[in-house]
């Protein structure tokens, strides 16, 4: 199996898991010049990007710790992107999760990163 389809495998898991917890999937795979972002939700009045990790092992560290800095900024430069596009007002609450899988440990963690 390919990057590309364990990638798409998780982030339908992802996605179902969330649907499951009350969040209502808006987009999948997002893609902009500014970045990509794997899902977009909206949950109690937010507009929730989420970042969407997969570890087999823990060899390469975490698939937590996979969303650094560097990551979030792509995240957050896609995000900004995403409300421009849609005119939607700066004030839009917004949060960003990340749903990290380690092996078939799953965990959803809220608001787990700002900008």
């Known amino acids: 199996m390919n990057k590309r389809s364990v990638g798409s ?4 898991l ?3 898991r969330l649907e499951g917890l ?10 902009c010049r500014a970045g990509e972002i794997d ?4 949950q109690d009045g937010y507009l929730v990007f989420v ?13 937590l710790d996979a969303v650094d800095l560097k990551k979030q900024q792509r995240i957050i ?9 849609r005119h939607l007002p700066e004030a839009t609450p917004v949060r960003f999760d ?7 440990e799953a965990q959803v963690i809220n ?4 900008t």
């Open 111 to 114: 608001d787990a990163f700002w």
């Open 22 to 31: 009350g969040y209502r999937i808006l987009c999948r795979n997002y893609r």
């Open 77 to 85: 430069r896609a995000a900004r992107w995403y409300l421009m596009e």
């Open 98 to 104: 990340v749903v990290a899988f380690d092996g078939d």
């Open 51 to 63: 970042e969407v990790k997969y570890r087999g092992d823990e060899s390469n560290g975490s698939a």
């Open 39 to 42: 899902l977009i939700a909206s």
């Open 14 to 16: 992802a996605a179902s």
């Open 9 to 12: 495998r998780y982030e339908s």
